[in-house]
């Protein structure tokens, strides 16, 4: 009898080991220093994990600083408060950023909001 142990994929984190990536694809609105990391404004992503935090963690490991800076706020310690995300063309806020499921296939918008006059 073969062994499938081979085929499986090599997890880098903390989710279940048998746990399928979630594949997702990602456009990116008004963030031109994510636009410099991929030279363009939307990636397709396969992450560990099936929610929306887990998601915002795999892009800050993998992608490092400039996804970092392009997301994060140091002083609130979490997603920086100009950043919108829509989930399927969806608003996602308040307590649902930290609590929302992402299913295969879903499309994730980050945009950041730009005041003016």
């Excluded at 399928?20 to 992450?47: A, C, R, W």
């Excluded at 560990?48 to 490092?64: A, T, V």
Aim: proline fraction near 3%.
């Amino acid at each position: 009898m073969e062994s499938n142990e081979s085929s499986k994929p090599n997890k880098t984190s903390d989710h279940e080991p048998d746990e399928e990536k979630t594949s997702i694809d990602i456009i990116f609105v008004g963030l031109p220093m994510i636009y410099d990391l991929f030279k363009k404004n939307h990636i397709h992503h396969s992450f560990s994990g099936r929610s929306l935090k887990d998601l915002i963690e795999d892009l800050l490991i993998q992608y490092g600083q400039q996804m970092k800076e392009s997301l994060w706020d140091e002083r609130s310690n979490g997603l920086d408060p100009c950043i919108q995300i829509t989930i399927n063309e969806r608003y996602v806020g308040g307590a649902e950023l930290r609590s929302i499921e992402i299913s295969q296939g879903d499309h994730v918008t980050f945009l950041r909001l730009i005041a003016g006059g």
